[in-house]
């Protein structure tokens, strides 16, 4: 019986943490992408995001042209990093970080939250004035 008991505990103890509900690889508003969050390497408190797919073929071999960085117009769309430095304001819902347009080149302040239909708020604010759209899971 204690055997059963330890067995039971140790297993709770194995099993992975509940996953983020904004973790994982996301459809753009428009569907010509996806990017794919997760922590941010090096800091796990954070969210972080990246060109995960493009839809047209040409664009995946496509660079950071717009950037207003000259060092970063070379850059790859595949892989770019597009959202960063975000920290959890509550259940589904994250505060304080950065999203990257490579259309225009420029950044904004973001936040995310996850809608109760699974979708994903996105927001890029300039002061108090945000702009939002919603990507889904793919």
């Not at 943490?17 to 408190?45: F, M, N, R, Y």
């Not at 699974?118 to 889904?136: D, F, M, N, P, S």
């Amino acid at each position: 019986m204690r055997a059963a008991a330890l067995a039971a505990v140790l297993a709770l103890c194995a099993a992975p943490a509940l996953a983020d509900p904004a973790h994982g690889e996301w459809l753009t508003q428009s569907g010509t992408a996806k990017v794919k969050i997760a922590p941010c390497p090096g800091k796990v408190d954070r969210l972080c995001g990246n060109v995960s797919w493009v839809k047209n073929p040409a664009e995946a071999k496509a660079t950071d042209a717009n950037n207003p960085d000259a060092k970063l117009k070379a850059r790859p769309i595949m892989g770019l990093p597009m959202l960063w430095g975000f920290k959890a304001a509550g259940p589904g819902k994250w505060t304080g970080g950065k999203i990257y347009d490579p259309q225009s080149g420029k950044t904004y302040d973001s936040k995310l939250s996850v809608n109760p239909n699974g979708t994903l708020k996105v927001e890029g604010c300039i002061a108090i004035v945000c702009q939002g759209q919603t990507w889904r899971k793919s």
